[in-house]
């Protein structure tokens, strides 16, 4: 079964630090998304692309989240400087998205990485 | 503000029995939506969904229903069985340039299947 690989799983830092978060999509999905997941939001859509280009950012904070993506086999989402009221769960996730002529599969997501800022 | 709601934080249900998971939207230009179910340390992973044009759709155990004048849709399992107790989201999006790309999220719903 083919699987959205994020990398790492667990990061634990201290406030004030870069943390880099890394999404492998399933190959052939042509959009990548990244979501937050927190007790009082549930999950939050952060920024997606499609065919690599970024649609919309819309739900992240500008000022010290980026998201971007190299290549069609990596996206990475990062945080600098790091601050405590980033700790959650964060997924990626990727989908094919033919638009209305070739239709929408739904999104297969990463088991997440848990980052915990002291 | 919270476009999709899912009022039940939690859920008990004997084995064998119905599961009856809900959901309310407030947006009216949501017209696809998704229920997605979550282990732990794991990621969601899609369990069915349904167009605004239909207002059933059923696959194996798992059935939504969708009531677009009472903005609600629910998820029916039945039977309810252990390996059911998740962790359930319910998922919507309204059309745009691409399709309808771009979900918002419930809160999610933890059930319990009591064996």
């Known amino acids: 079964d083919a699987r959205v690989t994020q990398t790492p799983r667990h990061k634990v830092t201290e406030m004030g630090q870069e943390v880099t978060m890394r999404c492998q999509p399933i190959?052939?999905?042509?959009?990548v998304f990244w979501y937050r997941q927190t007790m009082m939001q549930g999950l939050e859509l952060l920024a997606y692309?499609?065919?690599?280009?970024?649609?919309?950012d819309s739900g992240m904070p500008k000022d010290r989240f980026s998201a971007e993506m190299p290549d069609a086999t990596l996206a990475t989402l990062k945080i600098q400087p790091s601050e405590p009221r980033d700790s959650a769960v964060y997924f990626c996730?990727?989908?094919?998205?033919?638009?209305?002529?070739?239709?929408?599969?739904?999104?297969?997501f990463g088991d997440g990485t848990r980052l915990s800022i002291l | 503000d919270q476009q999709v709601k899912q009022n039940s934080p939690s859920l008990s249900v004997q084995e064998g029995r119905i599961s009856i998971l809900n959901c309310d939207y407030t947006?009216?230009?949501?017209?696809?939506f998704l229920w997605y179910k979550k282990y732990p340390a794991e990621g969601p992973t899609f369990l069915i969904s349904?167009?605004?044009?239909?207002d059933k759709n059923e696959d194996g155990r798992f059935t939504v229903f969708l009531n677009k004048s009472a903005k609600h849709l629910s998820l029916h399992i039945v039977p309810s069985q252990p390996g059911d107790s998740a962790v359930y989201f319910c998922?919507?999006?309204?059309?745009?340039?691409?399709?309808?790309?771009?979900?918002?999220f419930g809160t999610g719903t933890r059930l319990t299947i009591i064996p």
């Open positions: 996730a990727s989908g094919f998205l033919g638009g209305r002529v070739l239709g929408n599969q739904p999104q297969h």
């Open positions: 947006n009216s230009m949501f017209d696809y």
């Open positions: 349904i167009s605004s044009i239909k």
């Open positions: 998922a919507a999006s309204a059309p745009s340039n691409f399709g309808n790309e771009k979900l918002t």
């Open positions: 190959l052939g999905h042509n959009t």
């Open positions: 692309f499609r065919n690599r280009a970024p649609l919309d």
